[in-house]
């Protein structure tokens, strides 16, 4: 069973601060990784992906893949209350081309002003 | 146009009923996705249609019917539904099955099935 792990949370930063947020995943043969934000009652909305080891910026957000140890995490700087939201990890199924993605269960996060 | 849009955005139906979602991408996508979102939890794939042909069903009971009638549309015809099945059902789509550069999904059709 492949899976991809997530703190639940609520993690909870005030205005201002970087929210961390960390994903494991299990499949070893993954090769796309990606973070979708999710408001409450609305779609999942694509912010980020990331393919090779390192960090990828882009604006406040930054992606970070270590693919030794099946780590995914993804960092917000200059947190705002527009941010609070779940945060689900999301790893491609790494078993031919099948393009199904395996989520997470989300991270709650909580940006208090 | 980059989105994917679903219609209707709310539906409410009874255990015999008989109704469809709908799904429309004008991309020029060739694969698009059916998932399956429970209050609170990830969302789960469905089904997966390549060049309009069915790729992946995971093991969908058969009371939910998918159909890619061109490369453009996606429909999910329900039929007897359980009120387990309420629901978020979200459509996606990308250029190919499996090119792994994610993809963005419509903004689903919340399902109540009473």
């Known amino acids: 069973q492949k899976e991809v792990e997530q703190n639940s949370g609520p993690l909870s930063v005030p205005e201002g601060a970087i929210a961390s947020l960390n994903c494991t995943y299990s499949d070893r043969v993954s090769q796309s990784f990606f973070w979708y934000r999710q408001y409450s009652g609305k779609s999942p909305e694509l912010i980020m992906s990331i393919y090779s080891n390192g960090d990828k910026e882009d604006g406040r957000f930054t992606a970070q893949l270590n693919k030794a140890s099946q780590y995914v995490s993804l960092l917000i700087r200059d947190s705002q209350p527009s941010d609070s939201a779940t945060y689900l990890c999301a790893v491609n199924d790494g078993s031919g081309n099948t393009g199904k993605l395996i989520f997470g269960q989300g991270t709650t996060l909580q940006v208090k002003p | 146009d980059t989105e994917v849009t679903q219609t209707p955005k709310h539906l409410v139906m009874g255990m015999t009923n008989k109704k469809s979602l709908k799904c429309e991408q004008h991309m020029g996508h060739r694969a698009m996705y059916w998932y399956k979102q429970k209050a609170k939890k990830p969302p789960e794939l469905m089904f997966v249609?390549?060049?309009?042909?069915?790729?992946i069903n995971e093991s969908v009971p058969s009371r939910f019917s998918p159909e890619c009638p061109n490369s453009s549309l996606l429909n999910l015809h329900l039929h007897a539904l359980q009120p387990e099945d309420s629901a978020l059902y979200l459509c996606?789509?990308?250029?190919?099955?499996?090119?792994?550069?994610?993809?963005?999904f419509g903004s689903g059709t919340r399902l109540t099935v009473v």
């Open positions: 996606a789509s990308s250029r190919e099955q499996g090119d792994n550069y994610g993809y963005t």
């Open positions: 249609y390549s060049y309009e042909k069915l790729s």
